[in-house]
């Protein structure tokens, strides 16, 4: 009974936070499957020395779990990192169980085999409750001049509860929720939202200095953060021309969202597509039914042409024919009747008296002479003979 009392006073037992030449955080909760990061912070005068990270184990013995100057180990689960620049080194545990709920030391080696290590205790409990307070970002990031907010959640029994803001390693400097003031050389606005659940911490006005560990402390359970501070990127505008146009800033396309790909957003851009493709199915049928306009067109001319051309063909034909018959070898003949004298043919008048007879046929040249040297006589040739027949008016 005296042993286990025991074991349950020796943590409290080990110097309270800042008092002694390594600190570190009180006490913390982690949700079961997270990580923490564990910030232990030393004199200067540590620098050079190995720190360890010990367990206190419920048999009552330190187990060393990890060293600065053997910092692998065969799990992956813990790991250690020394800063001697901002005199802290961290150790960060992964995949927690509800096992690993215990004491633990962070602990600097001093000279001499026989001298007690510098240690600084504290409590992590994990537990699976759904309400327990944690960081939404562990690591924030601002730039010089800049500022930064940090949010810190937290369950229904810790609405009432007390909230603060303070550097690690320094509880002087913890300022609590709705005390607008200053920490270090940023203005510190502190704002706790009971109806969100919401813890928020916004430090403007950035400087070098601010640049390290804090907590958010939550009815006395530190939650650690980083606060990481960047020199300030200036990037000169050029000037724009006529063919180029700069911007000093280029931010990146937003990422897709559910309009994006599908909803009234996509519902548009489908509409719009379809709108496009039938005015090019329009355009197309404009260009196809212009096409046939013309092709018929310049059928329909060349078949007028083709006819022009065969009527002149014939028409040709018939004057060369014509223009090939000799004028020698017509005879043209008139046959008319005359009237007799007699009283008797006068008062009977002959029908064929007003009535002319005239005959055209073309002469054979071919017949062969009556005689050498002479005139051969012409032959009536039996190809063609015209006649025609004209009535004359008494």
Wanted: net charge neutral; proline share 6%; glycine share 8%.
């Amino acid at each position: 009974m005296a042993a286990a009392l025991l074991l349950l006073l020796l943590p409290l037992l080990s110097p309270l936070p800042g008092a002694d030449a390594v600190s570190t955080l009180r006490q913390t909760i982690v949700r079961t499957g997270a990580s923490v990061t564990i910030p232990c912070h030393y004199e200067d005068k540590y620098k050079s020395r190995v720190k360890t990270w010990l367990l206190y184990d419920k048999w009552g013995k330190f187990n060393t779990l990890i060293r600065t100057d053997s910092p692998i180990t065969d799990s992956d689960k813990v790991s250690i990192s020394d800063d001697p620049a901002q005199g802290v080194f961290t150790v960060t545990m992964r995949g927690l169980e509800t096992g690993d709920t215990g004491w633990y030391w962070c602990a600097v080696e001093t000279e001499g085999p026989r001298t007690r290590d510098d240690t600084a205790a504290l409590h992590i409990r994990v537990t699976a409750d759904a309400g327990v307070p944690y960081v939404v970002n562990a690591t924030v990031t601002g730039q010089i001049g800049g500022e930064v907010s940090v949010q810190c959640r937290y369950g229904n029994p810790y609405r009432s509860r007390q909230k603060q803001w303070c550097r690690s390693g320094d509880w002087s400097s913890c300022q609590k929720a709705g005390s607008p003031g200053t920490a270090g050389h940023g203005s510190v606005l502190i704002t706790d939202h009971t109806a969100e659940g919401l813890f928020s911490v916004t430090v403007s006005g950035l400087r070098p200095e601010d640049q390290g560990w804090y907590w958010c402390d939550i009815s006395d359970q530190q939650l650690p953060v980083y606060l990481k501070v960047t020199e300030a990127t200036t990037t000169a505008t050029a000037a724009p021309t006529s063919q180029q146009t700069s911007s000093a800033v280029h931010t990146a396309p937003p990422a897709p969202t559910d309009k994006d790909s599908g909803g009234e957003g996509g519902e548009k851009h489908n509409a719009n597509s379809g709108q496009i493709l039938l005015g090019l199915l329009a355009c197309g049928l404009v260009l196809l039914l212009g096409a046939a306009v013309i092709v018929a067109w310049k059928m329909s001319r060349r078949k007028k042409e083709r006819r022009k051309s065969e009527e002149g063909a014939e028409q040709g034909q018939i004057n060369s024919t014509a223009s090939t018959i000799p004028a020698r070898d017509v005879v043209y003949a008139a046959i008319s009747f005359q009237k007799k004298a007699s009283q008797q043919e006068e008062a009977a008048p002959d029908p064929d008296s007003g009535v002319t007879y005239s005959s055209l046929c073309f002469l054979d040249n071919t017949a062969a002479p009556s005689r050498p040297g002479g005139v051969g006589r012409a032959k009536l040739s039996d190809t063609a003979v015209y006649s025609a027949v004209a009535h004359r008016p008494r």
